[in-house]
């Protein structure tokens, strides 16, 4: 299935964790048979999931891959092709996110697992996605920054519950964190009147989820 008929960045069945047994030690997390200093981001500190599986299954559109999440999030990369979206002089980048609609204010701060979109997908996805059409918001940014991971913190030996979101100034939790996601602060978040003019995120809203 080509990224027009699917997102990109969709999980698709057969894909799985396959990944060393996690050890905790006194620095941080590594993976059994290894050395920490050759398996953990040297930027952000933290050990990233792996995941293995031939990623031509059925996509499970609610999901992430997290693997391509990341390459889409880091790089700016569109959801859908897995490209540079094409932005017009003093237009910012496109995000469209899954979210109910309500009383908003500009601009906006949003915290997000997803990557950006070309316009072109944008209203693809729009026409196609029914959960999308219960609610949704489309915003124009030309400030994006990285914000933290989101993934199993480890302390005590084991993971410390599900996943949440650390921030990248949290440089003591850092290093025991398994880290599944990238996530992305968008700031200063405007609406694309285009594609809807009715909606507007909140501040600070965090949003996890795929078109």
């Known amino acids: 299935m080509n990224p027009v008929q699917a997102p990109a960045v969709a999980l698709r069945e057969g894909r799985f964790p396959d ?18 200093d050759d398996q953990a981001d040297p930027d952000f500190q933290v050990l990233w999931e792996h995941w293995g599986g031939t990623g031509d299954g059925i996509p499970l559109y609610g999901e992430f891959d ?3 999440q990341r390459q889409a999030a880091d790089r700016l990369l569109c959801a859908y092709c897995l490209k540079r979206p094409e932005r017009l002089p003093g237009e910012g980048m496109l995000w469209l996110l899954r979210a109910e609609a ?7 701060d949003i915290e997000t697992t997803t990557p950006p979109i070309c316009d072109l997908h944008a209203r693809l996805a729009l026409q196609r996605c029914a959960t999308l059409r219960r609610g949704y918001l489309a915003v124009r940014v030309s400030e994006v920054e990285r914000v933290g991971v989101l993934g199993t913190v480890f302390t005590g030996g ?17 290093p025991y964190v398994l ?17 809807h003019p009715d909606l507007a995120p909140p501040p600070d809203l965090l949003l996890m989820e795929t078109p």
Not at 21 to 26: C, H, K, Q, R
Not at 102 to 108: D, I, L, M, N, T
Not at 164 to 170: H, K, N, Q, Y
């Open 66 to 68: 997290p693997e391509i």
């Open 158 to 174: 084991g993971p410390n519950g599900p996943d949440e979101l650390v921030r990248f100034t949290e440089t003591d939790r850092l």
């Open 19 to 36: 990944h060393p047994t996690i050890v905790v030690t006194a620095s941080g997390l590594q993976y059994d048979g290894g050395h920490r």
């Open 179 to 195: 880290a599944r996601y990238l996530v992305l602060g968008l700031r200063g978040a405007e609406p694309d009147p285009t594609l």
């Open 102 to 108: 309500g009383e908003r204010s500009w601009p906006a």
